[in-house]
Nanobody, 122 residues
Framework: QLQLVESGGGLVQPGGSLRLSCVAS?????????IAWFRQAPGKDREQIAC????????RYADSVKGRFTISRDNAKNTMFLQMSNLKPEDTAVYHC??????????????WGQGTQVTVSS
């Protein structure tokens, strides 16, 4: 069964940090695959906040997280990460990872995780 499983969410105070992980099973991540993180807050549309292109490995970030979040991957562990720092209450959302086999940011994603909740509150 092909799946992505996120972990690392939780409750954090404003200004704090979290690192989300997303492990792929049933398929192997490699440098040709694009990876991305999305989030969806209550009552809002899902938004892509970070993406890493396949091959070149170039990254893109939403303006709302630029300079605070970093997307990365460890193909040897079949895992992608989202390092989040200086978290704000407006970062509260369910975070999902996604991947495109041999793809680029902006294409249709083949694989999705079920999501992990991040809550930023004092």
């Amino acid at each position: 069964q092909l799946q992505l499983v996120e972990s690392g969410g939780g409750l954090v105070q404003p200004g704090g940090s979290l690192r989300l992980s997303c492990v792929a099973s049933g398929f192997t991540l490699n440098d040709d695959d694009a990876i991305a993180w999305f989030r969806q807050a209550p009552g809002k549309d899902r938004e892509q906040i970070a993406c890493m292109n396949g091959r070149a490995g170039t990254t893109r970030y939403a303006d709302s997280v630029k300079g605070r979040f970093t997307i990365s991957r460890d193909n040897a562990k079949n895992t992608m990460f989202l390092q989040m720092s200086n978290l704000k209450p407006e970062d509260t959302a369910v975070y999902h990872c996604a991947a495109i086999t041999a793809g680029q940011c902006g294409m249709n994603y083949d694989h999705w995780g079920q999501g992990t909740q991040v809550t930023v509150s004092s």
